[in-house]
Each structure stands twice: as structure tokens, then as C-alpha cells.
């Protein structure tokens, strides 16, 4: 007999998909899964910008609490919506294999970034994405958008934004990779730290909920996602929904690469670091040590005074 177990997720399009993709995995492993859908904050407050509301922990939010109550098994994420750290009841049991990692860039012309006009609206509600931008393309003007995927792209098509970025992952598991007009490199726009990984949640002591996670897990992303995740967890609590911090890593033959960039929120000054080895911890501390050296905790706290 198939071993229950209880999947927790948002109800959007793109969190039904992972959602089902995780229960599609868990029952080739041998378990019964069923999908239990929550609303959480973070899908409430589709007006304003996330930051203002507290940031993507609101996308995780009710989840957690179903897990503390036990009406789910696990909580199925969007590993980049998931904070650094995350409270201590609760573990990042395992991850499904990454999606293309990249942003997106959609204009519905067919138009490159590189054409648009000086002052053109571009639509990105990420402050990394947005920092990045600033960076690369100081003529446009960056505005936030919210929304599922639809929503973006009806807004870029009712002009309301002359361009919009998403990650290329949602789009691509929605059938909608054709609506990307081109892609941006990992080193043009530093992915978020686990951008294109669904990262699964339990209570760090249930050990069935483990076990079931553990044996669809895929382990060339658990690598990645903790290494982008330890270069974050290395500037403890002090990351907020305002911080403009991206990190990516890669692996070839064993070595692993690292890339990371650091900003103020307006995006006027930005630090770019990469190294490489084949230690992971060892190059998480190179990079998190290269953006102290190089004044990241001065952009960190430069919008809070």
C-alpha cells in the first residue's frame, strides 16, 4: 500500500505546477501524495510592492503554519521565495532538479533591451533585478510589477511597460517560453540564490516527511542551492526585502563557481564578485569575505538611514 503523504502549496499556476511535479516524483517513490492548496500573503497583496509588505517570506508564511499544525507533510516552494534562514522547526528536506536559471527579458515588439528609448518603462519588482538594470541601462526607468505570469505579460502588452523581466523557469514550465524575446547571461543579470530550484519544506524532526523528500531529491541542485544560500546566510539577519543581492552558482568537472553581486536599493553603487575551487564552503567564504573587503555592508545599510 502507497504511503500518504500531504503536499502544501500556493495556488497559483506556477506553484501548481511544482506542486504536481513533486507529487508525480513522490509517487514513482512509492507514496501517495495529495496537493492541499493555501493562500498565503504574499498572493493577498497583489497592489503594492513586496518589499513594502514585508518581503517573500510572505509567500511562505501560511505554509509554515500548516506544517506546524499538521495539516500538511510538506510545503513546496519556489527556492528563491524562500528567506535565507528560515526558522529552526522547520529544514529544506531536499530540491528538484533547476530549471534555466536565467532572467527573461519579454518585450512584446520582439525589441532587445538595448533598443529601448531613454526613460522607457521596464517592469521588474526584484531589488536585484532592479539594481542590475541601473547598472547596466542607467536611461530606463525601472517601475515594480506584480502579478502571475499573465498579468505581467498583459501589462507589457497593453503598454503599460515597454519591457518586463521574469525568470525564464516560470515561464518555460508554463508553456510560455515563447513569449521570451531574449535571455540574460548569469553575468549580465546575477541569477537570485536558488532561481529555477523548487525547494521542499518539513519540520526539521519528522522523519517520514524527510525520508519521502530525500528520495526524489536531486543532488546537483541541493549543491547549488546551498552554496548560493550560504554566501546570504553568511550576512545573518541582516538581509532584508530591500536588499539587492543576487548569487549564482555553477559546477564543471568538480570545480564550482560562484558569482555574486551586492547593491545599494537605488542601484547606484554595485559590487560584483566571482571565485572558483572545488571547495564549496571554501569558496562561499571567498565570495562573502571579497564582498565585505569591497564595502557590502555599507550598501546594506545605506537605505535604512
Not at 500531504?6 to 506556477?14: N, V
Not at 508554463?174 to 519540520?203: C, H, K, N, W
Request: proline share 4%; net charge neutral.
Amino acid at each position: 500500500m502507497s504511503k500518504r503523504i500531504r503536499i502544501g502549496t500556493r495556488g497559483s499556476e506556477l506553484a501548481l505546477w511544482q506542486a504536481n511535479e513533486t507529487a508525480r516524483k513522490l509517487t514513482a517513490a512509492g507514496y501517495a501524495p495529495e496537493i492541499h492548496v493555501r493562500t498565503t500573503t504574499g498572493d493577498k497583496r497583489q497592489d503594492v510592492p513586496l518589499a513594502s509588505v514585508g518581503g517573500k517570506g510572505l509567500f511562505i508564511k501560511e505554509l509554515e503554519e500548516s506544517l506546524e499544525r499538521g495539516e500538511i507533510d510538506i510545503a513546496v516552494h519556489s527556492l528563491k521565495d524562500v528567506p535565507s534562514i528560515i526558522p529552526s522547526q522547520f529544514a529544506l528536506a531536499g530540491f528538484l532538479e533547476r530549471a534555466d536559471p536565467r532572467d527573461a527579458w519579454i518585450q512584446p515588439g520582439g525589441k532587445s533591451i538595448h533598443e529601448m528609448p531613454y526613460g522607457s518603462i521596464i517592469g521588474t519588482s526584484a531589488p536585484r533585478r532592479r539594481a542590475q538594470l541601473i547598472e547596466s541601462f542607467p536611461s530606463l526607468h525601472i517601475e515594480p510589477i506584480r502579478g502571475n505570469v499573465d498579468t505581467r505579460i498583459n501589462k507589457a502588452r497593453a503598454g503599460q511597460f515597454a519591457g518586463i523581466i521574469l525568470a525564464s523557469a516560470g515561464l518555460t514550465r508554463l508553456g510560455r517560453a515563447s513569449e521570451i524575446t531574449s535571455y540574460f547571461s548569469v553575468d549580465e543579470m546575477i541569477p537570485a540564490a536558488g532561481q529555477g530550484i523548487v525547494g521542499i519544506e518539513v519540520i526539521a524532526n519528522d522523519r517520514y516527511a524527510t525520508d519521502a523528500v530525500r528520495a526524489i531529491n536531486h543532488d546537483p541542485s541541493e549543491v547549488a542551492a546551498l552554496c548560493e544560500r550560504g554566501v546570504l546566510q553568511r550576512f545573518g539577519e541582516q538581509l532584508d526585502c530591500y536588499s539587492a543581492v543576487a548569487a549564482h552558482a555553477t559546477n564543471e568537472n568538480g570545480r564550482f563557481t560562484i558569482r555574486a553581486f551586492f547593491a545599494d536599493y537605488d542601484g547606484t553603487r554595485a559590487i560584483r564578485v566571482s571565485h572558483s575551487g572545488t571547495n564549496p564552503q571554501d569558496i562561499i567564504t571567498a565570495v562573502y569575505d571579497d564582498l565585505i573587503a569591497k564595502g557590502a555592508m555599507e550598501l546594506l545599510f545605506a537605505h535604512r538611514k
